[in-house]
């Protein structure tokens, strides 16, 4: 049986028939269909070498979804099976989450303490090759699955520096890269600070469970809160959604708008918060992308925090993957995502309250940490 499933929220199964019934009544299809056939019976009586009707499909449909968008694609066993070890907490390989802005490979962001962002690789830095090979037309799913390998493997990628002609060659040796979701501190007296470098299935808990324990050292309730969603890439929406509510006292959160209802669906926060804190200041920068848009769109809207730092990567649409016969798959965009001001997330991103160029995130307080704890103070 052919299985649909949310990639980008959770893996829900979707009705086939759901999908297929708009498109078989469109006349254009069948001709479509017919035209389909001919070449495919053309190339296996005439072509030089004997060609399987399997490879000539698969290739078909790849083609089919390389024409869509950067996020459609066809998809191998290998490639489906990626997908899911992606929000499990930890995988072999760089460390990288990538997309194709402009029709180039571009790095999203490196993943925390990954070998990427220890390398030197930086959000917005645009993939020339792989191992030798030009990446010019290579779309996400080849692209990741050329740069992940064994752990101990190296692979050699150059890379243009966003806004410039320069290029930088790095030798990364694969490892395994362990998703480190939250990291808490408090910063001053009454004031805790919680990165949030991914979403991955238990993230929300271990906000939660880190902002309690803020609570516990500081002796008392926390006065303020400074929340880091710089170079979070992105990762499980249903994360987000939950981190949301935690923050919110009912409202709308997300309106996710496809062409039908079912790829259509408004999120709204339940009735109380489990994190009651008002004075809230949100920092992103560029590689905030994806899930952790719609945190800080969903915060930023409510008015339930500030945003401090500079407009994010703008990553806001729905994948939905699809299983086919033979553990293959395609992953199809389904919808986009409004902020519930209703501002397009995609290839715009979320603007910033206060606008803060980043410096160093390693200092103990760089430009935008320090402008974000000077917002809460005074709000």
Same mark, same amino acid.
């Given at each position: 049986m052919t299985k649909f499933r949310f990639f980008f929220i959770v893996y829900a199964l979707i009705p086939a028939s759901l999908f297929s019934t708009p498109l078989l009544?469109? *006349?254009?299809?069948?001709? #479509?269909?017919?035209?389909?056939?001919?070449?495919?019976?053309? %190339?296996?009586?005439?072509?030089?070498?004997? =060609?399987?009707?399997?490879?000539?499909?698969?290739?078909a449909i790849k083609g089919m979804f390389d024409s869509l968008d950067p996020y459609s694609v066809y998809l191998s066993s290998e490639s489906l099976r990626s997908l *899911? %070890?992606?929000?499990?907490?930890?995988? *072999? #390989?760089i460390g990288v989450e990538i997309t194709v802005r402009d029709g180039f490979l571009t790095i999203i962001s490196p993943i925390e303490g990954s070998p990427a962002q220890e390398a030197g690789v930086k959000s917005g830095d645009v993939i020339v090759s792989i191992d030798g090979e030009n990446a010019e037309k290579t779309n996400i799913v080849d692209a990741l699955d050329r740069i992940r390998g064994r752990e101990g493997t190296t692979v050699d990628i150059v890379v243009r520096r966003d806004g410039t002609e320069q290029t930088h060659n790095f030798t990364i040796t694969r490892r395994i890269v362990k998703l480190r979701s939250v990291e808490s501190r408090l910063i001053e007296k009454d004031i805790g600070y919680i990165k949030l470098s991914q979403f991955h299935r238990d993230s929300a808990d271990e906000f939660l469970s880190s902002y309690r324990g803020l609570e516990k050292e500081n002796g008392a309730k926390l006065g303020g809160l400074v929340l880091d969603l710089r170079n979070n890439p992105g990762g499980l929406l249903e994360q987000a959604l939950a981190l949301s509510d935690m923050f919110m006292d009912k409202g709308l959160i997300l309106n996710v708008k496809g062409r039908s209802e079912l790829t259509s669906k408004e999120y709204f926060a339940r009735e109380g918060m489990e994190i009651p804190i008002n +004075?809230?200041? =949100?920092? =992103?920068?560029?590689?905030?992308?994806?899930?952790?848009?719609?945190?800080a769109g969903a915060l930023k +809207?409510?008015?339930?925090?500030?945003i401090v730092g500079t407009r994010t990567f703008g990553k806001g649409s729905v994948q939905s993957v699809i299983e086919l016969s033979g553990e293959t798959g395609v992953k199809i965009t389904t919808a986009r @995502?409004?902020?519930?001001?209703? /501002? @397009? %997330? +995609?290839?715009?991103? /979320? *603007?910033?309250? /206060?606008? =803060?160029?980043?410096?160093?995130?390693?200092?103990? @307080?760089?430009?935008?940490l320090a402008r974000a704890l000077e917002t809460v103070k005074h709000m």
């Open positions: 009544a469109k *006349e254009d299809t069948y001709r #479509g269909l017919s035209d389909f056939a001919k070449a495919l019976n053309l %190339i296996e009586k005439n072509y030089v070498e004997e =060609v399987s009707s399997e490879q000539l499909t698969r290739s *899911e %070890i992606g929000t499990m907490g930890e995988f *072999e #390989g +004075d809230v200041a =949100v920092i =992103v920068n560029r590689g905030s992308a994806s899930a952790s848009e719609v945190l +809207d409510s008015g339930r925090a500030k @995502l409004f902020t519930p001001k209703g /501002i @397009l %997330i +995609d290839d715009k991103g /979320i *603007e910033p309250d /206060i606008f =803060v160029e980043g410096g160093d995130e390693d200092a103990p @307080l760089d430009p935008q």
